[in-house]
């Protein structure tokens, strides 16, 4: 559950959610979340996580869907969250065909 009211999220989605308006944006903090996660530079990366906190972010890797990381930032945060040990970080979300 997001840790602050979600207004707080506008200057992120604004910059970060591009398609849609910030009003809109801020009804989905999860993805605004992921966004600065994936691609914020480091000064919207620790605004972040001063503003939500770690079990947030927690949060969010958990409940990541397809896309919404690159390797790269799955692999970061789940060893800066602490939730996988080296060479232990779980498959990035996929689509199973059938």
């Given amino acids: 559950m997001l840790p602050v009211d979600p207004t707080e999220l506008k ?3 604004q910059k970060y959610v591009w398609w849609k308006t910030a009003d809109e944006a801020v009804g989905m903090p999860e993805r605004i979340a992921a966004q600065v996660m994936n691609i914020g530079d480091y000064d919207d990366v620790q605004a972040l996580v001063q503003l939500v906190g770690d079990d947030y972010l927690r949060e969010v890797l958990r409940n990541a869907e397809i896309g919404q990381f690159n390797a790269r930032s799955w692999h970061y945060w789940h060893y ?3 939730m996988a040990e080296l060479g232990e970080v779980p498959p990035m979300p996929s ?4």
């Fill in 11 to 13: 200057p992120f989605a």
């Fill in 80 to 82: 800066w969250l602490r």
């Fill in 95 to 98: 689509r199973r065909l059938g």
